[in-house]
């Protein structure tokens, strides 16, 4: 009985490595220690028929065994290298053998493996050339089986000439391409693995010298050696096809995902010769011949090689799946350099990379997207960053649109300020360089402008005082083009439009930090349009009038005195008035520049409210810098509202009740054409009255009355010609005369007339059926007209009703600042009903919304420290009383929530600015107990139990 454990085969087949080596180690020792042959006969046998298992693990298990087990039973004399390998090939085949002439998949891979097992036992010395014969001539041998064998036998040689330091052996190198020669596959994939194993150095002198090369070197690689320039069409042909000869091709592996292994040594190659070897200068005619004889590089390969041949148009799939392998392949490699990149990226691979990246549907769509991450990852590395970006905004500026990724942004967010300066100098310079004969100028110009505008939001969260230069730059691009003539094209006219619009957005983005002179944007902007209109020579695009002209010079003579009262005050409160006055006349005078004639009405207010600030008429200014500040929120434009906003947030110290009131009144105006009258007719009405005398005022009343009257005609003139269209329609189709069309127009009602002239027009039946059809259609284009002017009706109905919620919603940004600056002030008291009426009133979900964020985030949660007096006291009951009395009638869940918490509010504002909160409690008692009683007796009552359960929480907590 055997003394070695059965249980050691098992662990061999293990998945886990650790188990793996413990039963070889385990199951060797027990070997040395029985000392049994039938033993040492079992275990070789069992452990090369473990080689034919279909268990990936069990191969690597057993042929880590069967190594050590060689080396002991060569070592004992049991047996040599040839009889190892007769016996692996008899005890493979008996286990399995032939079926209907064909050799079992399993049994190549057991011998493949067992030679391997020999191979890496190590026990075949050096110089033993017939042994060393024998393993390749059996490897050569089986690589001729399978198509999807040969691959993976000649990787097997090339480690074998590797391991045994073969590399440079004339003898073996002889007989391995004289046999490579005489199989013909020495101008195929394996043939170049064999070539490229060879150190290049040597290679050439030692290939050169062989037999094959001897006898047949003008049919082979030139020098020896494939990645030469001269055998670029024939590597182009191998690397496409897989092999030259006719017969080889068909015996090449089927398409896998995996890219076969002589890429490895090709890129790795091509890579350090382009490292090695600096490119060299261009030589004269006669010496381009010796080009041929140079080795190539990865620039010189890549172009012929990959992108018109891998990602020709006519290539599958598979092609570029290949493709794709090897730019991730050289992506990933540990030598690979920034001046590498600009090849890479070339035309048909790009052009393939975005259009399978766009959609998920496509069959390379991740492939595609694991180079574009590969793309990232390497930039992360700051020497990539530019090079890269320069050639794939050079491919397609639009590049992130296009391939519906955010490679651009996400490398942009990689990068640092200095990067950032070369890139928009780089793409700012594109721009300049382009002409307007050129096809694509005007696409390729407007997503430049694109581009520039991704830059900064990509960028903004961290732009500082150290890398904001970039953003200077094209700022000062943007506005040459945005307001100058270069040239006055017609293409330049729809860029200078974009231009400015991108300026704009590029303002309201960066708004928040300044440039670095330290003054505001919209300041540092006219200052640069100044210096521009004045030494540039260039001529503005809107050429201003005399009144224009005039404002832009007033405007800039108090821009300038602002700077100088700047410098020398140090009153912290002037200070932010100056700043904000800046910042308002600068925005004025840039769209004076702009050729927006409503500037002058700016101006005036904003000089209006100058005024009375330098006049010490504070709150009056304040008052008319509300309405400016309201006007510009306004407006559908970012940069309005931000502007507005830093305003807003310098004058708010200064606000009062009555200017809040102002806001509150455009909250309670409906949503709809009344309230948007209400909103921006009035201010047009008062400035017409302003110019009439009081006795005017019936005529203008007339006035009104009769541009309503004409308002209403206009809308029934629209349906009378609907009428007139059909009616004559039908007079032609009947053969009525025009005069009694217009007759049955304008006496509808007349029936009598029309029937007298229509008697000699009378039709049978079969005339009447003969236009049939045409009626028909008569009568439904004029019900598709009726239609068409009810949905324009409809569609002016929503526009209304959106222009009053937008700027609803900027009133309650501006309540929002408010109540953050000033979250200890008793005014926020004041901002509750509003609040409260505007979630009750609007039918808009998403203002409502925001209105009971705004309240619950904010209002509420202020903390007021202000000592209440008798009267404060007196108007905070009489607030509470009217927030439960509200409640009481609220129908919608989240206004009774916001009364709830309103509540709770003021009574927290009650009792910690009261002097006697003990007593004060009291009343509020009597406030919540009215309320409840109120809730019992009334059936209609809409109070939610949570009013009195939050009161007594919130006194509970107060009392612990």
């Known amino acids: 009985m055997s003394s070695v454990s059965l249980d050691h085969y098992y662990y061999l087949a293990s998945d886990l490595e650790e188990e793996r080596i413990k039963g070889a180690s385990s199951l060797l020792k027990e070997l040395v220690e029985a000392d049994n042959q039938k033993d040492y006969d079992y275990a070789l046998n069992r452990l090369i028929k473990g080689l034919s298992s279909e268990r990936a693990s069990s191969r690597v298990g057993f042929s880590l065994a069967l190594s050590e087990l060689i080396v002991l039973l060569i070592g004992r004399g049991d047996i040599t290298v040839e009889s190892y390998l007769n016996e692996l090939y008899k005890v493979l ?5 032939n079926k209907h002439g064909k050799i079992d998949k399993q049994t190549l891979f057991g011998k493949l493996f067992g030679i391997q097992a020999l191979l890496n036992s190590k026990i075949v010395k050096n110089d033993d050339y017939s042994t060393l014969k024998m393993i390749l001539r059996r490897l050569l041998k089986l690589s001729s089986t399978k198509p999807w064998l040969r691959e993976t036998c000649f990787s097997t040689i090339c480690s074998l000439l590797v391991q045994y330091d073969l590399v440079k ?26 070539h490229l194993t060879i150190p290049w150095k040597a290679r050439s002198k030692l290939v050169l010298s062989t037999d094959a090369y001897k006898q047949n070197g003008d049919q082979l690689w030139s020098q020896g050696n494939p990645l030469m320039v001269k055998n670029l069409p024939q590597l182009s042909l191998v690397l496409r096809q897989g092999a030259v000869d006719e017969d080889q091709k068909g015996k090449q592996r089927g398409w896998t995902p995996n890219l076969h292994t002589v890429w490895t040594l090709i890129i790795d190659e091509l890579i350090n010769t382009s490292i090695d ?65 600009k090849f890479l990226f070339s035309p048909n691979l790009m052009a393939n990379l975005i259009h399978q990246s766009a959609n998920n549907d496509r069959q390379l769509n991740k492939m595609a997207r694991k180079v574009l991450a590969r793309i990232c990852e390497i930039c992360k590395e700051a020497e990539f960053v530019v090079p890269t970006l320069k050639t794939l905004l050079r491919h397609n500026v639009k590049f992130d649109r ?3 990724t955010k490679t651009i942004s996400t490398i942009i967010d990689n990068s640092d300020g200095f990067v950032m300066d070369e890139v928009t100098d780089f793409i700012i310079n594109w721009a300049n360089t382009l002409q307007p004969d050129y096809a694509n100028f005007l696409q390729d110009y407007l997503s430049i402008l694109d581009q520039l505008l991704h830059f900064v939001r990509d960028k903004k969260g961290s732009l500082s005082t150290t890398n904001i230069t970039w953003v200077q730059n094209i700022v000062d691009h943007l506005i040459k083009v945005s307001f100058f003539k270069v040239p006055n094209t017609q293409e330049f006219e729809a860029i200078s439009n974009t231009a400015y619009e991108r300026l704009i957005s590029i303002l309201s983005e960066v708004l928040s930090q300044p440039p670095t002179d330290g003054s505001s944007w919209p300041t540092y902007i006219v200052n640069k349009l100044v210096d521009l209109e004045k030494n540039s020579g260039l001529q503005l695009r809107h050429s201003l009038d005399d009144e224009l002209e005039q404002f832009k010079t007033e405007g800039l003579e108090i821009l300038s005195t602002l700077e100088e009262q700047l410098k020398d005050i140090s009153d912290e409160k002037k200070a932010m008035h100056i700043v904000c006055f800046q910042i308002l006349y ?94 921006f007719d009035n201010k047009n009405e008062e400035v017409e009255d302003e110019d009439e005398d009081e006795g005017e005022g019936e005529d203008g009343d007339d006035n009104e009355n009769g541009e309503e009257d004409r308002e209403s005609v206009k809308g029934e003139v629209s349906i009378d010609e609907i009428d007139k269209k059909t009616n004559e329609a039908l007079a032609k189709v009947l053969g ?26 009378s039709m049978d039946d079969e005339q009447m059926m003969a236009i049939d059809a ?45 109540v953050s600056k000033r979250s ?112 019992y007796r009334t059936p209609g009552n809409k109070t939610q139990p949570g009013m009195f359960f939050d009161l007594i929480n919130w006194l509970y907590s107060k009392k612990r």
């Open 93 to 97: 085949e008996k286990v399995a053998p």
């Open 402 to 404: 296009m391939s519906k």
């Open 774 to 818: 045409t009626l028909a259609n008569i009568f439904k284009e004029r019900q598709h007209a009726l239609i068409s002017q009810g949905n324009g009706k409809k569609k002016q109905q929503k526009q209304d009703k959106d222009t009053v919620v937008f700027l609803k919603g900027r009133i309650l940004d501006m309540l929002d600042t408010f």
């Open 824 to 935: 200890t002030d008793l005014l926020n008291v004041e901002i509750v009903m509003p609040l409260l009426n505007l979630m009750a009133r609007t039918n808009t979900l998403q203002l409502g919304e925001k209105a009971h964020k705004l309240l619950k985030t904010k209002v509420c949660r202020a903390r007021i420290e202000v000592k209440l007096s008798d009267e404060q006291i007196f108007d905070l009951k009489r607030t509470l009383d009217q927030i439960q009395r509200f409640a009481s009638k609220s129908t919608i869940k989240a206004v009774s929530n916001g009364c709830n918490q309103s509540s709770i509010f003021i009574v927290k504002t009650l009792l910690s600015g009261s002097p006697d909160p003990d007593a004060l409690i009291e009343d509020i008692l009597k406030i919540y107990t009215m309320s409840l009683l109120n809730w």
């Open 277 to 341: 070897e600096p490119p060299k200068k261009k030589k004269k005619s006669k010496e381009r011949a010796a080009d041929k004889e140079e080795r190539l590089t990865l620039e010189r390969f890549w172009a012929p090689i990959i992108d018109e041949n891998f990602f020709s148009s006519d290539s599958s799939s598979q092609k570029k799946y290949w493709g794709f392998s090897v730019l991730l392949a050289v992506l990933e490699h540990k030598d690979l350099k920034p001046s590498h990149v």
């Open 736 to 761: 009525l005369s025009s005069k009694v069309a217009e007759q049955h127009e304008t006496n509808s009602g007349q029936n009598s007339s029309y029937e007298e002239d229509s008697e000699d027009v």
């Open 586 to 679: 600068s925005l004025a005078i840039l769209n004076v520049f702009a050729g927006d004639a409503d500037s002058i009405n700016m101006i005036q207010d904003i000089s209006t409210a100058y005024d009375k600030m330098v006049s010490n008429e504070e709150r009056v200014g304040v008052e008319i810098l509300v309405e400016i500040i309201v006007s510009f929120v306004s407006q559908d434009s970012s940069l309005m509202k931000k502007l507005a906003l830093v305003v807003w947030e310098h004058i708010v110290n200064e606000v009062e009740l009555s200017h809040l009131q102002s806001l509150f009144d455009i909250l309670k105006v409906q949503e709809n054409q009344e309230g948007k009258e209400k909103l």
């Open 169 to 194: 052996d004339f003898e073996i190198i002889n007989y391995l391409l004289s046999t490579l020669l005489e199989n013909k596959v020495i101008l195929s994939l394996e043939g170049i693995l064999v």
